[in-house]
């Protein structure tokens, strides 16, 4: 097998499962949250109920019921008399905070490691949920520095 210069050897390699942080939101949480926030965004009057969060994401209605009861249970957003749903004050920072983190990959994914921008895209999509915040910070300093972004 081929080393790789700066990378752990196999004796220094640690795989570990994916597990989500102490108190933080489950990745399905975190992609309810940044469907609502494009939604909201993409949408004149910014209005967003359990159907549109459903189709968006490709998702049946009872599955997106059940994730977004738990973000209002968990103080992120609030679900009006007629269906629409609303962020708190806490709820619209995590999902801005969601979505940044999906740029930022996107760019970093297409830039600096040429993949196709709907690939990037798609990564980004999935990696978003998993980094860390120290790698985060790492990737947007690094395209900041570089005058990437």
């Known amino acids: 097998m081929e080393q790789i210069k700066s990378a752990p050897s196999v004796l220094d390699a640690v795989p570990e ?8 939101l489950a990745e399905s949480g975190e992609t309810y949250l940044e469907a609502i926030y494009v939604i909201k965004e993409r949408r004149e009057n910014g209005l967003v109920r359990a159907v549109d969060v459903a189709n968006e994401l490709g998702l049946s209605r009872p599955s997106v019921s059940r994730g977004l009861s738990l973000l209002k249970e968990r103080g992120y957003i609030s679900v009006e008399l007629a269906g629409d749903i609303e962020f708190t004050k806490e709820g619209r920072a995590l999902a801005e905070k969601i979505f940044k983190r999906h740029q930022y990959l996107t760019v970093f994914f297409k830039h600096i490691a040429n993949v196709p921008s709907d690939i990037a895209e798609s990564d ?18 690094y395209l900041k520095k570089n005058d990437i972004v």
Request: proline share 0%; hydrophobic share 35%; glycine share 8%.
């Open 17 to 24: 499962s994916v597990q989500k942080k102490a108190g933080e």
């Open 124 to 141: 980004a999509c999935r990696v978003e949920h998993v980094i860390s915040e120290h790698t985060m910070n790492g990737i947007i300093e």
